[in-house]
């Protein structure tokens, strides 16, 4: 079974830092490109950042350039996203998703997602 898994999301003060992680289980993120994505309440599903696991390239959106770095770890399957310079528009959940793809564009399809992680950034 294909399945993703966010961790290290929390509650931080603007200004502070987290590090996401999103598992992969049930195949190799090899030759993916991996997804975040950032829901805000009441508001739609927006990108974050990609990376291309086949030779790490990356494509951030406008929100997370100069803050995010997404990497990846191919021995433990894991890719991470660290944000830093939090402020409070930065809160909601965030989702990792994968697709079989050598390079990340927008408007890739993907069809595995994860469950998302809370993050909420706040004095």
């Not at 509650?11 to 049930?26: E, F, M």
């Not at 195949?27 to 291309?52: M, T």
């Not at 991470?80 to 990340?104: F, I, K, N, Q």
Request: charged letters at 15%; aromatic letters at 12%.
């Amino acid at each position: 079974q294909l399945q993703l898994a966010e961790s290290g999301g929390g509650l931080v003060h603007p200004g502070g830092s987290l590090r996401l992680s999103c598992a992969a289980s049930g195949f190799r993120l090899n030759y993916h490109a991996v997804s975040w994505f950032r829901q805000a309440p009441g508001k739609e599903r927006e990108g974050v950042a990609c990376i291309a696991t086949e030779d790490d390239s990356t494509f951030y959106y406008d929100a997370a350039k100069g803050r995010f770095t997404a990497s990846t770890d191919n021995s433990k399957n894991t890719v991470y996203l660290e944000m830093h310079s939090l402020t409070p528009e930065d809160t909601g959940v965030y989702y990792c998703a994968a697709t079989p793809s050598y390079v990340c564009y927008d408007g890739l399809i993907y069809g595995s997602w994860g469950q998302g992680t809370q993050v909420t950034v706040s004095s």
